[in-house]
Each structure stands twice: as structure tokens, then as C-alpha cells.
């Protein structure tokens, strides 16, 4: 069983990550961070986070090491090689991967660190800057089940909804199903909003009397009223939700799954991209279909 003075690690203090490590350090955890940039480490320094200058000097000097990262490259980076994680974690270090990446590297992360004495959960998330900010995320983790009961205690500062889902590689595979579920929403929930306002009404009445009803997703409540207040910033970037759907449609494809919905919300991401967007929230689909925007 971990204790408050088990010495955690954390890779990645972008958008999710930043609230993660704060909900971490508020719990009493002593928390040591790397990031590509130290600037974006300041305020976690700031409120008694470690620095460390590369993952090797984390890796070890932690008992639990997390991270966030953008894309599966970047995990590759900063787990394998000499510099990376597993070859300079101590045996019996447990660690979290809780980017949003592919299950084949999920499961390859499982087997050479098991070499090595050392325990691999992949535990991606979902609910955005909102959810890192309260602790509320939903935590998808796959790997044994003895290594989740351990650092339970530390998911439980970050999320509220912890479920492990099966051995290594499927907390990746819930994550796909989750962003699957999130694609066609988003268009749904776009054309929602045009529609009322073509229709004269006030979207925002239009939200309130429809978010509690068989329509009502993440999407609908949190992310649309950010879309009527022309709010873009990212609690999701673009840019990380194409990652996330290549992926998806990637792995469906392996399986021999047809999924037009995912493949017609990347298409329409994609563009959006293009249109110079790939750093705004997911929320900026509207401008698609709003001209107005």
C-alpha cells in the first residue's frame, strides 16, 4: 500500500496534466515533474513540485512515475531507450501512462518493463480541463490487477471514475471506444445549435431544455455553451482528437470494424485543422457550420 510520502514522477504539464499534478501536490504527495519546456512547469514549481531536468533523473528518483504526453512517438521517447523510463526506473516503481495512445504500445510498455521488475498500468482519461481541475476525470486502465489496487489511493485524487477494464492495452481500447462515442456527438451537437439558430431561437434556452433529456452528453453541457459564448480555447485540443480518432479508426480497421460516424468526424477535424484550428478546443467544430462565426 502507497503512502502520502511515495515519491511520485509526472511527465507531461499541459492542459490535463498541470491540474493533475496541483490535485496531486494538494493531497500531500511529493511530486517531481519533467516537461520539454521548464516555463510550463512554473506555477507547479511554484506550488512546491520538483523540477527535474530529463526523464532519466526522474525515473529515478521516483516510486511512481506518471505521464501525459501528446502522441504515441512521445511515449516511445520517453519510455524506451537508455534516457527513458524503464531503463532507469528502479525494480518495483510502478508506472502510468495515461496518454491517449495506441494498445499495441500500451501492451509492449507491459511486457519490458515486467522484465524489468517493474509494474505498467496504461490509465488514459476523459473530461477534459474540467475534469483534471475537480478530480473528476474517468480513468480507463488496463494491466494486473495488483499493481491497480496498489496505486488506487493516487487515481482516486485525479479521478472519480476508476474502472480497470482488463490486462494491458485496454484501458487504451476503452479510450478508443470513448473518443468513437465523443466523434459523431460533436457533429450532432454542432448542427444542434445552427439548427436553433436558424430556427430563431435562443440557443442557450434551447440548451437548458435539452441537456437533461435523452440528448444530454458531455458535449451537449459542457462544451456547447462554449461554442455559443465563442469560448475556443482548449480543455481538448484539435489536434489531440485527430491523434486520438487516427488511432481509433486505425485499430478498428484492425479488427475489421466499419465506423463511418468516426471516419466522416475525422474528415470533417481534419479541416478544420487545416482552416488553422489545430490548436483550438474541439468545441471550435461550430465554425464548420456556423458562418456566422
Known amino acids: 500500500m502507497l503512502k502520502n510520502d511515495t515519491k511520485i514522477g509526472f511527465i507531461g504539464t499541459g492542459v490535463m496534466g498541470k491540474s493533475m499534478v496541483l490535485n496531486l501536490l494538494n493531497a500531500g504527495y511529493p511530486v517531481s515533474v519533467y516537461t520539454r519546456t521548464k516555463a510550463k512547469a512554473e506555477v507547479l514549481i511554484d506550488n512546491g513540485a520538483t523540477w527535474k531536468d530529463s526523464v532519466r533523473a526522474l525515473a529515478s528518483d521516483s516510486d511512481v512515475i506518471i505521464s501525459i504526453v501528446g502522441y504515441p512517438k512521445d511515449v516511445e521517447e520517453v519510455y524506451?531507450?537508455?534516457?527513458?523510463?524503464?531503463?532507469?526506473?528502479?525494480?518495483?516503481?510502478?508506472?502510468?501512462?495515461?496518454?491517449?495512445?495506441?494498445?499495441?504500445?500500451?501492451?509492449?510498455?507491459?511486457?519490458?518493463?515486467?522484465?524489468?521488475?517493474?509494474?505498467?498500468?496504461?490509465?488514459?482519461?476523459?473530461?477534459?480541463?474540467?475534469?483534471?481541475?475537480?478530480?473528476?476525470?474517468?480513468?480507463?486502465?488496463?494491466?494486473?490487477?495488483?499493481?491497480?489496487?496498489?496505486?488506487?489511493?493516487?487515481?482516486?485524487?485525479?479521478?472519480?471514475?476508476?474502472?480497470?477494464?482488463?490486462?494491458?492495452?485496454?484501458?487504451?481500447?476503452?479510450?478508443?471506444?470513448?473518443?468513437?462515442?465523443?466523434?459523431?456527438?460533436?457533429?450532432g451537437v454542432c448542427e444542434a445549435i445552427v439548427y436553433a439558430k436558424k430556427a430563431g431561437l435562443d440557443p442557450v434556452r434551447v440548451l437548458d431544455s435539452i441537456t437533461t433529456g435523452a440528448a444530454g452528453s458531455f458535449s451537449l453541457s459542457k462544451l456547447a455553451p462554449r461554442m455559443i459564448e465563442g469560448d475556443f480555447a482548449p480543455g481538448f485540443y484539435v489536434k489531440h482528437f485527430i491523434k486520438d480518432m487516427k488511432i481509433a479508426l486505425e485499430s478498428a480497421e484492425e479488427m475489421g470494424l466499419s465506423t463511418p460516424g468516426l471516419a466522416l468526424s475525422l474528415k470533417l477535424f481534419q479541416e478544420l485543422a487545416e482552416k488553422g484550428e489545430e490548436d483550438s478546443g474541439t468545441q471550435a467544430l461550430i465554425k464548420l457550420f456556423d458562418s456566422t462565426i
Open 80 to 187: 524506451f531507450g537508455e534516457n527513458g523510463i524503464i531503463e532507469n526506473a528502479k525494480p518495483g516503481t510502478y508506472i502510468i501512462d495515461m496518454t491517449t495512445s495506441k494498445p499495441s504500445l500500451a501492451e509492449e510498455i507491459y511486457e519490458k518493463a515486467k522484465k524489468k521488475e517493474i509494474h505498467a498500468l496504461d490509465a488514459p482519461v476523459s473530461g477534459g480541463d474540467i475534469g483534471a481541475k475537480s478530480g473528476s476525470l474517468a480513468i480507463m486502465v488496463g494491466g494486473d490487477k495488483e499493481a491497480f489496487d496498489v496505486v488506487l489511493p493516487i487515481f482516486e485524487v485525479m479521478g472519480s471514475n476508476i474502472i480497470l477494464q482488463g490486462k494491458a492495452g485496454a484501458g487504451q481500447h476503452t479510450k478508443l471506444s470513448n473518443q468513437i462515442a465523443i466523434a459523431t456527438n460533436m457533429i
